[in-house]
């Protein structure tokens, strides 16, 4: 692999003429470890966040010659706006390291390394900037993409650290269970399975309501939140919920319990992309005669076509005291190539009471689903009957299904 295959053409640069203060709100709004100098379209220096800081204290020769005057901070300080005031050209390195499109990559991180920086500017045959390579660019490149990762598992051990905080759980259950519990007592449904439980608050919040109920979860991370959350419960809550960790297909093949009904709730199912329809299969044998199925799947259709991939953007308030506040983005990616799948995204970002900044980012495939692929996979395992719902998110469950409107397609499957 070369260069060209991981560099970022887009690239965030200055001029000799850049004040310290521009460069940087560049480098910490952006949260970078240094920029080009370009003059003309040719890089003529580099500039660090360390070149920055040091004007900020003084040298080991400074301190040596007059340690006195030199440990002044707070004199120090009152020289930080003429320090903000000055130009690249006084600070930046005039010789800067840079590397071709067709450098090794391997040869690239290997002057990062040797030289100690975490960014080379690309240049052509006339020096000219036409894109930047950093270390992480390297690392996905080299170590990452050989990985291979689970959507089942790996972004959902991600997602757990923030899936509470994300959730507004208060006004979801509250809209939610009421829903499920009246269509349990319905259907004469007593004891319930829960694919893709997460971290346990549909499992236990139904427990509550008197409903046997096992949680199944792929993801070990979400496993051991929901687990955490048993010793908080009453005894005889605790008695009537129980979780269970690893392969959904393994997990159900290994238990003696049969069940009235199965929920995939907040998109579950559309999540198991390694292994949908042997986790249905399975599931439909562990149901009892007349069980029921209850998905909860993303409206896909509203989400392309109306919401233009954009799914939701939560806001929540740090735990235990500390002051910071997180925002949650997520969005989807369309297939692409010979991709099949769509592919969810979120980001994390966190807020310091002063500035916004990413913190970090991760993806699943998706599988593509809708009211005709559901019912050609329910058919063959022998639900012939379906009922279709539409609910806004963290709404009611059992609202009339509006295709370019409805949050959640929400499906109700007899034998």
Known sequence: MVVSDVMSRAVDYVTTNATVKDISRIIFGKSINGVPVVESGKVVGFITERDILSKFYPSVQDYMEDPVNTSDFESMEKEISNILSMK???IMSKHPITVTADTPLLKAQSLMFINKVGRLPVVDENNKLIGIVSKSDIFRAVVGDQ??????????????????????WEERLGNEIPDLTKLFNKEKAKSILDVGCGTGEHAIALAKKGFRVVGFEASHSMYEKAMGKLNNLSSEVRERVDFKGGNYVELLNNIDESFDAAIFM?????????????????????????????????????????????????????????????????????????????????????????????????????????????????????????EIFGADANGSLLESFDKDKSYYLNILAKR
């Open 88 to 90: 690249a050209s006084k």
């Open 147 to 168: 990985i291979p990762t689970s959507g089942e598992e790996e972004y959902h051990d991600w997602v757990s650290r923030h899936y509470d905080l994300a959730t507004g």
């Open 266 to 386: 907040g998109n579950a199912y559309p999540h198991m992309v390694e292994n949908y329809k042997k986790v249905l299969k399975a599931v439909s044998d562990r149901l009892s005669k007349n069980g029921i199925l209850f998905f909860q799947i993303n409206n896909f259709h509203r989400l392309f076509n109306v919401r233009k991939r954009f799914l939701s953007l939560n806001f929540s308030k740090a735990k235990a005291g500390i002051s910071h506040e997180f925002a949650f983005l997520e969005f989807y990616d369309p297939k692409r190539e010979d991709n099949k799948n769509f592919s969810l995204n979120m980001a994390v970002f966190d807020f310091n009471g002063k500035n916004w900044r990413l913190r970090s980012m991760n993806s699943t495939p998706i599988l593509d689903l809708d009211k005709e692929k559901m019912k050609k996979l329910l058919n063959k395992v022998g639900f012939r009957k379906m």
